[in-house]
């Protein structure tokens, strides 16, 4: 290939971030799911925060402008996703990942209906959750 091909192929690649200090927000009610998803990502170098409960994401959102993607629990005690998710979209628009172990069709629907961008089902395969989040924040692997 000439040296114009070439500036022409790399002038046409859309320039992907490195994922060192990316902010992400997991709101998991269940710490071992937690862990497995902090431990799953673990190689991408994002900070992580911890949200237990619609609630307490809504919170840690509001106070941390840097955050670029929430990975949500749908069930939850005190608040659940769906509640949590209409008032991050209005703090920010940010990609929010659902994450459900009830992903029957009537619920998928439920779930981009109410604005989630994409879902997770559980048990959370990490090839997915991986290609996901590479996906929305457009990072290497």
Do not use: C
């Amino acid at each position: 290939m000439n040296g114009k091909g070439k500036k022409l192929i790399a002038e046409n690649k859309i320039e992907k971030t490195k994922s060192d200090n990316i902010q992400i927000l997991i709101v998991e009610d269940e710490e071992i799911n937690y862990f497995f998803i902090k431990e799953a990502l673990r190689s991408f170098n994002f900070i992580n925060h911890w949200g237990k409960n619609g609630k307490e994401a809504v919170s840690i959102f509001e106070n941390n402008s840097d955050i670029k993607l929430v990975l949500m629990d749908i069930k939850m005690p005190i608040m659940d996703g769906y509640e949590a998710l209409k008032i991050i979209k209005k703090i920010r628009n940010v990609p929010v990942i659902a994450q459900t172990a009830y992903a029957m069709e009537s619920e998928k629907n439920q779930i981009f209906t109410a604005g989630f961008d994409d879902y997770l089902p559980k048990p959370i395969d990490i090839g997915l959750l991986r290609s996901t989040l590479i996906k929305f924040l457009n990072i290497n692997d």
